[in-house]
């Protein structure tokens, strides 16, 4: 479907509507219309210009690599969003069993998610049982109602659905105003089906999925996946490689969650490339979080006020610089949060 903005008519995208399938094209241009409505309905700021069918080898294909057996990893871009041209800066990835597909994480836009179920049907033609979403920023959540039109069910921590719908919206307006409204066309805001409190176990048919409700850490509502099959951890943005962490949550909560080791296989981070082990995915992340921590403390050991802390902690914290992408901005962010936090102990 080719859609515009009501209010803007210039402001123009596509839409793929996922969870049809037909044996001929006159099938699907005769249930093309019934879909366009359904999938507009009544209350959307999105207006139907053009309609055509296609087939799933033509939709665009985000790029997988295969990570262990069964275990499929597409690498974002190294980079913050106002540092991407589209906002495709999250790790997205999914696991395939005997009977069924999980997909964890969804991508930053319904583009980047049908680009992702585009890939997944290149490597297998199992239903997609489940979409699990680690935590509710933007790169890893938007791309969730893609896999809902597939049938999937949509897991989440228990604090996942309250932090999108006070988020939620804000997110979506800025990365609008950021990539355009053809960007983000059709993207809307997805809340999950099932909320983990505390641990779950996902049967794809011969292979199960923990996942585990993590304290306040990175963010509020951080959730893990462990395959069991293969030790494969995805981590989502409790862990970063390359890309500067970013802290939304704890830091305290992020250093003693990191204290613990994970896993036995490889580890899928939030951002950057898999790791072979929890030593190599952690170690330079708890060194820079450590410092950070470090250097608050002292800042506010010495009594300066945060107008002065701040640009003290980000002079500390340069000799990381080098080694994480977008990292001036962040750090400057993350002493800003680390100092409203820490000053409370």
């Known amino acids: 479907m080719t859609i515009c903005l009501a209010a803007d008519s210039r402001s123009c995208g596509t839409v793929t509507p996922v969870g049809h399938a037909f044996a001929t094209q006159a099938d699907c241009k005769a249930a093309a219309p019934r879909i366009a409505r359904d999938w507009l309905g009544d209350q959307s700021p999105w207006t139907l210009d053009g309609l055509a069918c296609t087939t799933l080898d033509d939709l665009p294909i985000l790029p997988v690599q295969s990570v262990a057996d069964g275990v499929h990893v597409h690498i974002g871009q190294i980079a913050q969003f106002e540092d991407s041209p589209d906002g495709w800066i999250a790790n997205l990835g999914f696991v395939v069993g005997q009977d069924s597909i999980a997909v964890i994480d969804a991508g930053a836009s319904r583009r980047q998610g049908e680009a992702l179920f585009a890939a997944i049907r290149r490597v297998s033609d199992k239903p997609i049982s489940h979409l699990i979403v ?13 896999f809902r039109e597939a049938g999937a069910t949509i897991v989440g921590h228990e604090g996942l659905a309250g932090a999108m719908q006070a988020r939620g919206p804000a997110y ?31 049967d794809l048919g011969g292979r199960v999925l923990t996942l585990k409700a993590v304290a306040t850490a990175h ?4 959730l893990t996946v462990l395959d069991r099959a293969t030790g494969t951890f995805f981590a989502g943005d409790l862990v970063f490689r390359g890309l500067t962490p970013i802290v939304d949550g704890s830091l305290p909560g992020w250093l003693d969650w990191m204290a613990v080791p994970q896993a036995g296989g490889p580890v899928v981070p939030g951002h950057g ?3 072979a082990s929890w030593s ?21 050991r010495d ?3 945060m107008s002065q802390a701040v640009p003290a902690i980000v002079e500390a914290l340069q000799p990381f610089a080098g080694n994480w992408a977008s990292f001036p901005d962040s750090a400057a962010r993350n002493a800003t949060a680390a100092f409203k936090e820490l000053e409370w102990e």
Do not use: C, W
């Open 273 to 275: 490339p898999v790791a």
């Open 219 to 222: 963010s509020d509502n951080d």
């Open 134 to 146: 680690t935590h509710m920023h933007p790169d890893h959540a938007f791309g969730a109602e893609v």
């Open 172 to 202: 979506l307006e800025n990365l609008t105003q950021l990539y355009g409204a053809a960007a983000m066309a059709g993207t809307r805001i997805v809340l999950p089906d099932v909320a983990v409190a505390d641990s779950l176990d996902i």
């Open 303 to 305: 009594g300066l006020p």
């Open 280 to 300: 190599e995915a952690v170690a330079a992340q708890r060194d820079f979080l450590t410092t950070l921590a470090e250097e608050t403390r002292k800042a506010i």
